[in-house]
């Protein structure tokens, strides 16, 4: 078996986001400073040149979602939520950019499950309907391989920055109502926005 295969992998888009992040927030060196703060005690390789649409290590990209918010946070996570604000919000480079150009969020929201995966090798996500309300929908992400706050958050950004994209969307607020590392099953994401 190969245990390479099986190691949680991610799309390098998701590293260079946060890298676009970073270097316009805290200056043109810093994202190589937070890689160089994770070398010192990892147990993976990280790649030199990472590509938008290659697989990484699921692990580099939380361990970078920690170390960022050490560097340059005050301990709110912060910084994570504004980089996945980043990420969700103007990143996003495949071919699912052209559903969010095209169809309206609630398309795109049915269609997260499968557009999880094709930036994620692990974990999944399952939209929880409530058919009395048009502008709120609850999203849960379960099996992530390595959760941490800083990816809880990250998400929570991610989340927030897909929903404002589309402009006719005014106050998107995203909350997590539930979360694996109190004891439960998923994070559990409430989106809701003004019609
Ligand atoms: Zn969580």
Redesign the pocket.
């Known amino acids: 078996m190969d245990t390479a295969k099986r190691e949680p992998k991610v799309k390098g888009n998701q590293i260079l986001d946060i890298s676009r992040y970073i270097k316009k927030t805290y200056g043109p060196d810093a994202f190589e400073r937070a890689i160089a703060a994770i070398k010192k005690e990892c147990k993976y390789s990280i790649p030199q040149n990472i590509r938008g649409s290659s697989w990484v290590p699921e692990k580099l990209h939380m361990d970078l979602l920690e170390t960022i918010e050490k560097m340059f946070g005050i301990g709110d996570y912060d910084v994570c939520f504004n980089a996945g604000k980043l990420s969700g919000g103007v990143g996003f480079k495949s071919i699912y950019n052209i559903f969010i150009e095209v169809f309206d969020i609630i398309f795109l929201l049915k269609h997260a499950p499968i557009i999880y995966r094709t930036i994620h090798s692990h974990g999944s996500i399952n939209i929880v309907l409530d058919k009395s309300k048009k502008n709120l929908y609850r999203i849960r992400?379960s099996h992530v391989p390595f959760?941490t706050?800083g990816?809880?958050a990250y998400?929570r950004g991610y989340l927030h920055g897909l929903i404002r994209r589309h402009i006719s969307l005014k106050n998107p607020l995203v909350e997590?109502e539930?979360?694996?590392?109190?004891g439960k099953p998923f994070?559990e994401f409430k989106c809701s926005w003004e019609d």
């Not at 539930?178 to 109190?182: I, P, S, Y």
């Open positions: 992400v959760p706050k990816y809880c998400l997590e539930k979360c694996f590392l109190d994070c």
